[in-house]
């Protein structure tokens, strides 16, 4: 079995896992579930694997830019990702927070070699501008993309970070952070405090494969 089929299938049994942890979650620490790419002799995931599993289907940012999924939001990264839209009165806002909270313990680091990625659920209703809109609210800064785009595309794209769902209001209020050139994925709870979600974070920053 690909290294790429491995990584869906763990987040299938990740999402699952988070699924039943979601009640009361603010109140726990962040659920950490790893996983570790396969890796080549030198010590590296394979890059190539990387882009046939993600591919560049393309989105759209907050600012109306498209861009490719692997080459322009993972290549060579640590992301933090999750999915959310922006009519979402209850878990979303608090999602978006703990974000916040990431991106000023990132410092400088954000927009270098590490981004958030909030994929929308309801990329038919969050165009660009009420996702520029959601962003100003939360003071993102660059490296913090909020995406859109045609329906299919985010599908796809959602489908490969395991957080795709039928039904807006059943997404997942979980966190896939992954260092991708080191192949090291973790799954944490979104809804955790926000010092346990930095904790996991950090050790996926810091990871050296």
């Known amino acids: 079995m690909n290294a790429m089929r491995q990584l869906l299938i763990w ?6 896992l988070a699924i039943g942890l979601n009640a009361g979650a ?8 790893e996983r570790r790419e396969s890796q080549q002799s030198g010590g590296r995931p394979d890059p190539a694997a990387a882009e046939h599993y993600f591919t560049d289907v393309t989105l759209i940012n ?3 830019r498209p861009m490719k999924l692997y080459s322009d939001l993972l290549k060579g990264k640590v992301v933090v990702v999750n999915a959310f ?3 979402c009165k209850d878990t979303c806002p608090v999602m978006a927070s703990s974000l916040a909270a990431i991106q000023d313990w990132l410092g400088d680091r954000l927009g270098k070699d590490v981004y958030l990625i909030s994929m929308s659920v309801d990329p038919e209703t969050d165009t660009p501008a009420r996702l520029k809109e959601y962003a100003e609210r939360f003071k993102a800064r660059p490296g913090w993309f909020f995406l859109t785009g045609k329906k299919q595309n985010m599908d796809l794209a959602l489908r490969k970070l395991g ?4 039904v807006r209001e059943d997404h997942l209020n979980v966190m896939m952070i992954g260092n991708v050139p080191t192949g090291l994925w973790k799954k944490a709870m979104g ?5 346990d979600l930095i904790k996991v974070v950090e050790s996926v920053v810091n990871d050296q494969g």
């Open 11 to 16: 987040t299938v049994v990740a999402a699952t």
């Open 26 to 33: 603010q109140s726990k620490p962040a659920v950490d579930v």
């Open 62 to 64: 907050q600012n109306g």
């Open 85 to 87: 839209f922006t009519s």
């Open 163 to 166: 957080q795709y769902v039928e």
């Open 191 to 195: 809804l955790a405090k926000p010092a």
